[in-house]
């Protein structure tokens, strides 16, 4: 019998189907979950960084590290998104 994939979106916790998931870092993403969390906008394997597990586009993360010349700030407000973040279902 089919069961289906247990693979579960990183960022909405719900299942992500093979058509419709990006996988990155070990990480599995909906297409649409799949975006910069500084400004939204949408990213693609080629084009995004990852800091403590928190995604952004190369050039939000290029432009927050010119506000204050180091990814300190970034690090402290990941662990807060991280607390923040609710907790995928099983």
Do not use: D
Request: a positive charge.
């Amino acid at each position: 019998m089919f069961s289906g994939t247990q693979e579960k979106c990183a960022t909405c916790g719900k299942t992500a189907y093979p058509l419709e998931k990006v996988m990155v870092e070990g990480q599995s993403y909906h297409n649409s979950c799949f975006k910069c969390s500084h400004g939204g906008c949408p990213i693609s394997p080629s084009n995004y960084a990852a800091l403590e597990g928190i995604l952004y586009c190369k050039h939000h993360f290029s432009q927050l590290f010119k506000e204050k010349g180091s990814y300190n700030h970034l690090i402290k407000s990941a662990s807060v998104k991280r607390m923040a973040a609710p907790v995928p279902e099983a």
